[in-house]
Nanobody, 115 residues
Framework: QVQLVESGGGLVQPGGSLRLSCAAS????????MSWYQQTPGKERELVARMFNSGVTKYADSVKGRFTISRDNAKNTVYLQMNQLKPEDTAVYYC?????????WGQGTQVTVSS
């Protein structure tokens, strides 16, 4: 019954912006740490951004100053605002929820940055 559904991916020009959304259901959203990961073919899944229950955030060095994670507990949704996109940002982006016991993943959404 647990679902994490990503949306908002697509094709964008270098320097452009996208906003990813992850809609959660089937668990107590406000009790979970929410994160965004990226994965490219042949590479392991890597953390992009994380927001703890306290509101503290963590970002990969490669996206600091360009990406912003936010969450709306009333809507059970986490967002990733991506600005100044680069070709190396091209990947499948996955939403993750973790509470120290349970760990959930979405199916991913493709982001392609190309001229």
């Amino acid at each position: 019954q647990v679902q994490l559904v990503e949306s908002g991916g697509g094709l964008v020009q270098p320097g452009g912006s996208l906003r990813l959304s992850c809609a959660a259901s089937g668990f107590t959203f406000s009790s979970y740490v929410m994160s965004w990961y990226q994965q490219t073919p042949g590479k392991e899944r890597e953390l992009v951004a994380r927001m703890f229950n306290s509101g503290v955030t963590k970002y990969a060095d490669s996206v600091k100053g360009r990406f912003t994670i936010s969450r709306d507990n009333a809507k059970n949704t986490v967002y990733l605002q991506m600005n100044q996109l680069k070709p190396e940002d091209t990947a499948v982006y996955y939403c993750n929820a973790w509470n120290g016991v349970r760990n959930y993943w979405g199916q991913g959404t493709q982001v392609t940055v190309s001229s």
